[in-house]
């Protein structure tokens, strides 16, 4: 199935503090799945990915988990700074293509 | 040096009229893919080409036609453009088709008027 184009949801996180946020997918076949950022008049950029046999991977200051019984996902990011307001996609992988979630955006107050 | 590029950035036309967006890639990518931005953000995909065979077409009007030249290369020509294809439109690349991870370009802005 694919994701339907809802009102963009908005995830406003004080400066310093830590950002979760949450995608739910579609197929439960899906093996594989992405988190992108993407930034004013700018396109989807790669932050970090994961495969269906871990739960968890960590990068620099993000981490995903994911967990395949809900069919859930979720983005952390530790110690939020302004340069990470952005939308944030998750995509999952389905044959030759991807099919991105409905998007979070993220407002760093200071 | 510009990973995945789209020209124009911008683009703006009256209902009717036919134009087309243009995309290069210098990453030696085999796979290339355009997909559509509405004004909720949400992206879809439209087409999808491997070394110049197109391998995805998710249910566009035929009004839309990629053409991809050569592996580095795909283009988008839209005949008698509507309001409903005001959107952004991004290019994307990646290594094999449904490679782990896209290249994407900076989003070329539609406006039909």
């Known amino acids: 199935g694919e994701s339907v184009g809802l009102h963009l949801p908005t995830l406003s996180v004080q400066e310093g503090d830590n950002s979760i946020i949450n995608c739910a997918y579609s197929?439960?076949?899906?093996?594989?799945f992405i988190w992108y950022k993407q930034e004013s008049g700018k396109g989807p950029q790669f932050i970090i990915d994961?495969?269906?046999?871990?739960d968890k991977r960590q990068g620099q200051r993000v981490t995903v988990l994911l967990n395949k019984t809900v069919k859930h996902l979720s983005l952390q990011i530790a110690a939020t700074q302004p340069g990470d307001s952005a939308v944030y996609f998750c995509?999952?992988?389905?044959?030759?293509?991807?099919?991105f979630g409905t998007g979070t955006r993220l407002k760093v107050l200071a | 040096d510009t990973a995945v590029s789209q020209t124009p950035k911008y683009l703006v036309t009256q209902m009717g009229n036919d134009k087309s967006i243009k995309c290069e890639q210098n990453?030696?990518?085999?796979?290339m893919y355009w997909y559509k931005q509405d004004s909720k953000k949400f992206l879809k995909i439209m087409f999808s080409?491997?070394?110049?065979?197109?391998?995805i077409n998710e249910t566009v009007p035929n009004r839309f036609s990629p053409k991809s030249p050569d592996k580095a290369h795909l283009n988008l020509h839209i005949n008698s453009l509507e309001l409903g294809d005001s959107a952004v439109y991004f290019c994307?690349?990646?290594?094999?088709?449904?490679?782990?991870?896209?290249?994407f370009g900076s989003g070329t802005r539609l406006t039909v008027v």
């Open positions: 994307a690349s990646s290594q094999v088709a449904g490679g782990e991870g896209y290249t």
């Open positions: 197929n439960s076949a899906s093996d594989y």
């Open positions: 994961i495969r269906s046999n871990m």
């Open positions: 995509a999952e992988k389905e044959d030759y293509k991807y099919i």
């Open positions: 990453l030696g990518h085999d796979t």
């Open positions: 080409y491997n070394n110049k065979e197109l391998i």
